[in-house]
């Protein structure tokens, strides 16, 4: 007599947490980050004439977005660090619309884009994540000067803007809220 139980399925298969879309963890250990796209590489952007390449930081990396305008003024740029989304678990700075938002908030500023590639969860627990964040804003500052660039601090403004798709028509808009925002910093 055939059973109509079917088998157990194999720690590999076998779903232990899933968050979202943005991560699954197995039984076995296996992770899967269903929405994250292939990496771009960094190099000149043909519609924006952002150069962006990637910098070593250690344990995590950044990618630099430089505006044109920076080869033909000597006047110092903003620095816009980036976190980009993904809640600390997916995406990456390399990612598709992270780096097409970066070469436009670059351009349209003009500033110079810091976008943090920061270690993920769960292969790096928490507070591994805010800790690179933290050490890249060390980092920006302390390489300020070399880059010819002028920090702008607020005492207890707490400017943070939050773009959750940033190729949707919000996100269009927010980026002209923050390009405004940047160019009417003293």
Not at 29 to 57: C, H, I, M
Not at 63 to 86: C, F, N, Q, W
Request: net charge negative; proline share 10%.
């Amino acid at each position: 007599m055939a059973s109509n139980t079917a088998p157990a399925p194999a720690a590999d298969d076998e779903l232990l947490h899933e968050f979202g879309p943005l991560l699954r963890v197995y039984k076995s250990g296996r992770l899967e980050r269903p929405l994250v796209l292939p990496p771009v590489a960094p190099g000149l952007d043909p519609s924006t004439g952002v150069q962006s390449k990637d910098v070593d930081l250690g344990a995590y990396s950044a990618r630099l977005y430089l505006p044109p305008t920076a080869a033909t003024t000597t006047a110092k740029l903003p620095v816009i660090v980036y976190v980009h989304g993904g809640g600390f678990v997916a995406e990456s700075a390399k990612s598709p619309n992270y780096h097409r938002f970066l070469n436009d908030l670059a351009s349209a500023c003009p500033a110079l884009g810091v976008s943090l590639d920061y270690r993920l969860a769960p292969e790096h627990p928490l507070p591994a994540a805010y800790d690179d964040c933290l050490d890249a804003l060390r980092w920006v500052l302390s390489a300020a000067d070399p880059w010819g660039v002028e920090l702008l601090e607020t005492d207890g403004e707490g400017h943070v803007f939050y773009l959750f798709k940033p190729d949707c028509d919000k996100a269009k808009e927010m980026l002209d809220r923050i390009v405004a925002f940047v160019n009417a910093a003293p």
